[in-house]
């Protein structure tokens, strides 16, 4: 392999260096984190990679590929969301995971993972009182609707473009509702 000066050497001359000057830096994998490391760490525990992928072909970082929920507790006290792509998994696909803290967190009886979702958006913390859950549907079961009751408690808002969706932990399931 050629050092970094004989690589140098090459460009002040004006000649190229040959092509195995750069074999075996090229064969490196980045392993740049677009989520914090704790999130990357949590989701490479559960075989599940980070969307490394995720701002390419977006025009800004509006909202990222997680959120903490409860901003003012540490990060391992509060419970957070980080989207992730299952090893092994088709490309296309996605998984939304969340991680309770020590203290159970802001969602405590939901699952810990919302798999195989497409067209993934940015993740945000909002409070929509004033929107039944009859407007949403069960993740686990999409052809039944949530109970005739508002939306009180905190909701994980994923968006892109315009649509996405609301995600809200309901006696121990998972709800969605589009936001279009």
Not at 39 to 63: I, K
Not at 98 to 114: D, Q, T
Not at 142 to 148: E, I, Q, S
Request: charged share 20%; proline share 8%.
């Amino acid at each position: 392999m050629i050092s970094t000066k004989g690589i140098l050497l090459f460009t002040i001359l004006g000649a190229a260096p040959p092509v195995s000057a750069f074999a075996q830096s090229a064969s490196v994998q980045s392993r740049t984190m677009i989520v914090p490391k704790d999130l990357f760490e949590y989701a490479d525990s559960l075989n599940c990679d980070q969307v490394s992928d995720f701002y390419e072909s977006r025009p800004g970082v509006l909202d990222p590929p997680f959120v903490y929920v409860d901003s003012l507790s540490a990060w391992w006290q509060g419970t957070s969301a980080v989207w992730c792509r299952p090893r092994g998994g088709r490309p296309d696909r996605y998984t939304l995971l969340f991680r309770f803290g020590e203290s159970g967190g802001a969602f405590p009886r939901c699952p810990k993972r919302i798999d195989n979702l497409e067209h993934i958006g940015g993740l945000s913390v909002v409070r929509r009182p004033n929107l039944s859950l009859s407007h949403f549907y069960y993740i686990d079961q999409p052809d039944t609707k949530g109970p005739n009751a508002p939306a009180t408690a905190i909701a994980i808002q994923e968006i892109y473009d315009g649509t996405g969706r609301l995600f809200y932990c309901y006696e121990g399931h998972w709800l969605a509702f589009g936001l279009h």
